[in-house]
């Protein structure tokens, strides 16, 4: 077998979660929605001590960031107790398991590192906790807002894209949006720090595509990059080319034809007869556009092999525009098209892409020193499970 698996983060938080604070698990008697409401009301006040490192690492905020930070413990816990409880009317999308799950083990990592003294630690767990957020606050256009957050401004400590970050992780993305346009905007970020600016583009892409499926909107944004100054000439070259076919579909009709699943796939089809990474890259907001149609038709009542088959699809986008990380679901849905629609093609489709991520994720880290015998009997798992039983 080709594949080489090492310890992933996951795996180092497992580990550091063997030693994790005591929190008492909350009884799951509350609503997901009001539970979600009062993260939001902690996070609203929290969030910009935790992305000011001058702030975070100030004696004086010692005992409110340990108070914080243990209340968003046990609410990371009740969600996870609710979610389990009654995950088909929560949200039945197999990545909701997995970002409940993390989130829960991120805060409780952060809070034993907090205990112990690790400051420093505990803090970038619980920044990257705030991407969690985002990633499900993103999927697609479905979720209420959380309005407590509108009048609150006290964000002086924290740079555009954060606030940004923090706004669409509750589902603020008119202002969002705003932000990551003032960047995109921004003559000398786009020379300075290229590929900050580069990245508010596509966050702000991932919004009106995925999330809103506005193509005006992301033609407006995608005009702006192209008539900035400084901004990096292949990054205007791609948003020309994106620009061209988003024009295409907005010719087309909104909707398009057909349903969600019938329009991803004729996207993603056409997204993957690029051979090249150029037009590999040209193919992001396909991709995207794809992604949210997916997202919008996994919540309705589908076939089992429809399903498999969406699950496959929202893998594939997710594994193409990952390039910075922020995406990480594609193995998320892999797995869940394995265990959607078992020994058919369609799961052993799913199951090689699931080998080849991993096997590139192995060849990409640092640490190549062996596999894992959990790991290897897990994937072989995987594969019996997807072996179709007429081939």
């Given amino acids: 077998m080709k594949l080489l698996i090492v310890i992933t983060a996951a795996l180092i938080t497992a580990c550091a979660a063997s ?49 914080e930070t243990e209340k968003l413990a046990k609410l990371a816990l009740k969600i996870k107790g609710l979610h389990e409880k009654d995950f088909k009317n929560v949200d039945s999308d197999p990545s909701m398991k997995l970002i409940v799950s993390s989130f829960s083990k991120e805060m409780a990592t952060a809070l034993d590192g907090l205990r112990n003294k690790q400051r420093d630690f505990s803090r970038s767990v619980l920044r990257n906790a705030t991407s969690l957020c985002v990633q ?72 009106s595509l995925r999330v809103k499926q506005d193509f005006e909107r992301s033609n407006s944004i995608l005009d702006l990059a192209i008539k900035t100054s400084e901004g990096p000439a292949s990054v205007k070259a791609r948003a020309l080319e994106w620009k061209r076919v988003i024009s295409e579909w907005k010719s087309q009709g909104t909707k398009g034809s057909g349903s969600g699943l019938v329009m991803a796939r004729q996207l993603i089809r056409q997204a993957n007869r690029h051979s090249t990474l150029l037009e590999e890259q040209m193919s992001y907001v396909t991709f995207l556009r794809a992604s949210g149609l997916l997202h919008d038709y996994i919540r309705g009542k589908n076939s089992r092999q429809n399903e498999a088959e969406a699950y496959n699809l929202l893998g594939q986008c997710y594994e193409s525009v990952q390039e910075d990380r922020f995406w990480n679901l594609n193995e998320v849905y892999f797995k869940a098209c394995i265990f959607k629609a078992p020994h058919t093609k369609i799961a052993m489709d799913c199951y090689n892409r699931y080998e080849d991520s991993l096997y590139v994720k192995s060849l990409r880290s640092e640490s190549r020193s062996g596999s894992l015998p959990s790991e290897l009997d897990y994937l072989e798992y995987l594969r019996i499970l997807a072996h179709s039983k007429g081939g």
């Avoid at 509350?30 to 539970?35: D, L, M, P, R, S």
């Avoid at 009062?38 to 001058?54: C, D, K, L, R, Y």
């Avoid at 957050?149 to 924290?158: A, E, H, K, M, Q």
């Fill in 19 to 67: 030693k994790k604070a005591d929190i008492d698990q909350p009884p799951v008697t509350e609503t997901w929605q009001g539970t979600m409401q009062e993260i939001a009301g902690v996070m609203n006040t929290f969030a910009p001590i935790i992305f000011s490192e001058s702030e975070f690492n100030d004696p004086d905020n010692f005992a409110r960031i340990d108070r």
């Fill in 136 to 207: 499900c606050h993103s999927r697609g256009t479905f979720g209420p807002e959380f309005h407590q957050w509108r009048d609150v401004n006290d964000y002086s400590t924290l740079t555009r894209i954060e606030k940004a970050e923090l706004l669409s992780a509750t589902r603020q993305y008119d202002r969002a949006l705003s932000i990551y346009m003032s960047v995109i905007e921004d003559p000398l970020l786009a020379k300075g720090k290229p590929f900050e600016w580069e990245k508010a583009l596509r966050r702000a892409l991932a919004i």
